[in-house]
């Protein structure tokens, strides 16, 4: 049989398991609580505690260094940017107003070729106008016929005409009428409006002639007729 054990033997187990801290065998069968954590144990948490809060705080702080640095690459993207299209802006501005330089250039040498294609024919066409308006004076009224748009079947009318007031003669002067020229101008000063040099040039009263005649007639064949029908012009 088994021996049970007595009273005294339990409590001198349990005074020896007290004072071991418990850490006999019989503590199991009188108590269910865990012992407390070591110092160790404590000290090993409170170490992972402090280096998950360091770990913690720097990606906190790589974050913002990140997110700093990601601001400022940015910034820079937007004023390199503007300056590029600053750059661009002014470039256009620089081409368009060299285009616009070039173009007020060909202008100007346009106009002024043009000028001077224009004084050139005017200058031609005095010289022809000398060449034609100096000889003989019925050369002179032939030439100019073209200026009143009358054809050279007029100059027969007009040679008849002036033939009988003067001869043709620049100076011929009327002195009981005051009449002169190859026109016979009445007075002759009216002739000035036709050029200063009316006395004894005789284009310049040739040209005036014609202008009367044109006015006053219509053509020198009409100037003609009336001529031989009242003996006056």
Known sequence: MTKRPTLRGLAVATATVVATGGAALGVSAWSDSPSAPSAAT???MQASRDAAAREEV??????????????????????????KAALERKAALERKAALERAA???????????????????????ASRSTERSGDPRDIARAM????GWSDSQF?????????????????????????????????SKMASAGPDW????????????????EVYGTPCSAWDHSQANDWY
């Open 42 to 44: 404590l000290a090993a």
């Open 104 to 126: 007020a250039e060909r202008a100007a040498a346009e106009r002024a070729a043009a000028e001077r294609e224009a004084a050139e024919e005017r200058a031609e066409e005095r």
């Open 58 to 83: 720097r990606d906190k702080q790589e974050a913002l260094r990140a997110a700093e640095a990601q601001r400022r690459a940015e910034v820079a993207a937007q004023r390199a940017a503007e300056r």
């Open 145 to 148: 016929l073209g200026e009143h």
């Open 156 to 188: 027969d009318c007009l040679d008849s005409l002036w033939t009988k007031e003067s001869g043709w003669n620049p100076t011929a002067d009327n002195p009981t009428s005051s009449a002169y020229g190859i026109p016979q101008a009445l007075p002759g």
């Open 199 to 214: 006395e004894t040039d005789p284009a310049t009263q040739i040209a005036w002639g014609l202008g009367y005649i044109a």
